[in-house]
């Protein structure tokens, strides 16, 4: 199973750009579709992004298409999250989760490994 640390996280204000990393250890990391979810106390976890093993496909949710943007660098085992043009509501923490199915997944279900969180905090 690969284990999975997030970086990058901080405070930013509106209007800013972040990027997040995914740093994976373990077996066969490119064999991994990777996710990124976001959660604020007393919400549920919620689906961000997510790229495939290949690197070849990603999807995004609504509430960030056309924003945030996903690269993997396989042989670094790291995958990145772009954020621009950050706003207040998407102040959350952001975790990378990791899955070997054939699809991608919007459900945290069907996610196996996932890392501890990285704080984006959006001020005004």
């Known amino acids: 199973q690969v284990q999975l640390v997030e970086s990058g996280g901080g405070l930013v204000q509106a209007g800013d750009s972040l990027r997040l990393s995914c740093a994976a250890s373990g077996r066969a990391f490119s064999s991994y579709n990777i996710a990124w979810f976001r959660q604020v106390p007393g919400k549920e976890r919620e689906f961000v992004a997510a790229?495939?093993?290949?690197?070849?496909?990603?999807v995004f949710a609504d509430a960030v298409k056309g924003r945030f943007s996903l690269s993997r660098a396989s042989a670094k085992n790291l995958v990145s999250l772009q954020m621009n043009s950050l706003k207040l509501e998407d102040t959350a923490v952001y975790f990378c989760a990791a899955n070997s199915l054939r699809a991608l997944g919007h459900l945290p279900p069907a996610y196996l490994s996932w890392g501890l969180g990285t704080p984006v905090p959006v001020s005004s």
């Open positions: 790229i495939t093993d290949s690197g070849s496909i990603t």
